[in-house]
């Protein structure tokens, strides 16, 4: 497991950062008081390579005016230093040893800071960066300070070789593009990407240090995010960076207010009729078989009167799960229509597998136990499905949903299909 490096020689504050972290973000970490306890610590966990992040106090009784950052970063562990005042010289200092992050400790407005910057360093390893400039100096450069906040970096020379790591990578989150490049400038690149990728889904962020204000608009207007003048420090440019991430990211939380079931995580019905409308209209057009597939607790009404409603909401979510994970193709839908009620949406070859995949779930369910308050429970599904492509996505919904309730009336834990 992961784990943080706090070094600090003031105990008090060691353990209210710990306490604050491990509350706030649910992060293991340990304490050292002392370089000499650090290099203990890490040479520990060397081999497993355990220590994803260290928070360093500036000045240490074995290791004044930060000579215990050097240690660290030879051992290739980013590092947020703390410091008790700020100091420009002190800053520079650090920020020339290609440090995570360095943060002032005066008041708990600055442990909020601490929290978010150590979250937001945590969680860069799982997103995509990708630099494009024809310098190698700036290229190198960038590369090295994203490296260094933990984001997974790919680097390209120019715009048609960004194109091409697209293709392969097309979940890249944040482009980083110079202006001037020979074979495609950072203009005709932003272009190109933005005729697939909407700006609150890539960001893309445009440098260059030829044309000064006259050429942001032209940037700006064309779909950029952000533009950053060359040169630029290295804490302008994390600032700018992960500005834009987080934007990202408030974004795809706000969408998935708008389209999922808080109880689930599952799409709720307003997005399954919005995506489920263009998957449709595709099939129709390329002659696909798509089917609709309702799936509802059998008396459910029960599990809520006998075992209570959280018991009621532990067989929801344990339904989700189920149909989650059965259905993980990209052009799946699965969502949660209201109650106990669910609905799919999902290409297949022919009837035969169709019915044959939905058994295999219906078993899947009715083996299925839930450990509840002492209890095992035990439920099952009736399963209406419209196999047919009619005319308009309303009506293999009202279709799909007519087979349920006739598998409901007719004895539960089956499956009806027309």
């Keep these: 497991m992961k784990k943080i490096l706090i070094i600090d020689d003031d ?30 610590i890490i040479e520990h966990h060397d081999n497993n390579n355990n220590i994803s992040l260290v928070i360093c106090d500036y000045n240490l009784p074995d290791s004044p005016e930060g000579g215990a950052i050097d240690y660290i970063i030879s051992k290739k562990i980013p590092i947020i ?32 800071y601490l929290v978010s910057s150590v979250n937001r360093i945590l969680k860069n390893s799982s997103i995509k960066v990708l630099i494009v400039d024809d310098s190698t100096v700036y290229r190198d450069t960038m590369s090295g300070v994203l490296s260094n906040q933990l984001y997974n ?16 990578n097309p979940d890249i989150k944040i482009v980083i593009t110079d202006y001037n490049m020979p074979d495609m400038d950072g203009l005709q690149l932003l272009i190109e990407l933005r005729k697939k990728y909407k700006k609150d889904k890539l960001a893309i962020i445009v440098t260059s240090g030829y044309g ?3 050429e942001i608009p032209k940037f700006l207007k064309a779909g950029a995010n952000d533009y ?27 969408r998935d207010y708008a389209n999922k079931d808080p109880m689930t995580g599952l799409f709720n019905r307003r997005y399954f009729v919005e995506a489920g409308l263009v998957i449709h209209a595709t099939a129709k057009r390329n002659n696909v078989n798509i089917a609709t597939l309702m799936f509802d607790i059998d008396k459910f009404k029960s599990i809520n009167d006998t075992f209570g409603h959280d018991a009621g909401d532990k067989a929801i979510k344990t339904l989700a799960q189920i149909l ?26 022919d009837e035969r597998n169709l019915l044959g995949f939905a058994e295999e779930i219906r078993q899947k369910i009715e083996q299925t136990t839930i450990d509840y308050a002492h209890h095992t429970i ?18 293999m919904i009202k279709l799909a949903d007519e087979r349920l309730y006739e598998a409901k009336n007719t004895g539960r834990n089956k499956i009806c299909i027309c």
């Design 11 to 40: 105990k008090t504050i060691a353990k209210v950062i710990l306490k604050v972290l491990n509350k706030r973000i649910g992060i293991d970490a340990e304490i050292a008081h002392s370089l000499k306890e650090a290099k203990s």
């Design 81 to 112: 230093v703390l410091t008790a005042s700020y100091d420009i010289d002190i800053r520079d200092k650090m920020m020339s040893k290609k440090i995570a992050d360095y943060i002032v400790k005066r008041s708990t407005k600055d442990l909020d």
């Design 153 to 168: 970096v790919f680097i390209a020379k120019g715009g048609k070789e960004a194109l091409t790591i697209f293709e392969k």
């Design 212 to 214: 000064g204000s006259n």
């Design 228 to 254: 950053i003048n060359k040169p630029f420090s290295t804490e302008e440019f994390i600032c700018r960076v992960n500005f834009n991430i987080e934007l990202l990211e408030m974004i795809e939380i706000l």
């Design 324 to 349: 989650s994970s059965s259905f993980k193709r990209k052009t799946d839908i699965v969502a949660r229509f209201g109650g106990e009620e669910f609905c799919i949406l999902t290409s297949y070859e």
């Design 378 to 395: 035990k439920f099952t599904s009736s399963i209406g499905i419209c196999k047919t492509c009619f005319d308009t996505l309303e009506q």
